[in-house]
């Protein structure tokens, strides 16, 4: 499974951005599919993710209420639309998939998830 992250850019606070996530080799919608984020030296960490055949995703609370997924099922692709950007809200973000379900506690962890997109920047200017 390959994924492409895109949609990155620079864009001033209170902003709105839309990235996507384009799957090649497999099928996004038989699956987890997560948005992770990092900034330099931190780690990984977890933005939004939905299971399959779900259609209420998981947040991280600091993105709760301005972040949401989406899938394309005919593009093969997960999107993620982000409202009220904050500067706190800069980092990498990167894609990610499992083939499978996986359970509510792990969709958090970066470890759960086997294929990762290559990231994409997002930089909110204050």
């Known amino acids: 499974v390959q994924l492409q992250a895109s949609g990155g850019g620079v864009v001033q606070a209170g902003g709105s951005l839309k990235l996507s996530c384009e799957a090649s080799?497999?099928?996004?919608?038989?699956?987890?599919v997560g948005w992770f984020r990092q900034v330099p030296g931190k780690e990984r960490e977890f933005v939004i993710g939905?299971?399959?055949?779900?259609?209420?995703?998981y947040y991280a609370d600091s993105v709760k209420g301005r972040f949401t997924i989406s899938r394309d099922n005919a593009k093969n692709t997960v999107y993620l639309q982000m409202n009220s950007l904050k500067p706190e809200d800069t980092a990498v973000y990167y894609c990610?998939?499992?083939?499978?379900?996986?359970?509510?506690?792990?969709?958090?962890?970066?470890?759960?998830?086997?294929?990762w997109g290559q990231g994409t920047l997002v930089t909110v200017s204050s």
């Open positions: 939905i299971r399959r055949w779900e259609s209420n995703p």
């Open positions: 990610a998939a499992k083939n499978g379900r996986i359970i509510s506690s792990e969709m958090h962890r970066a470890g759960a998830y086997d294929y």
């Open positions: 080799g497999s099928t996004l919608s038989s699956g987890t």
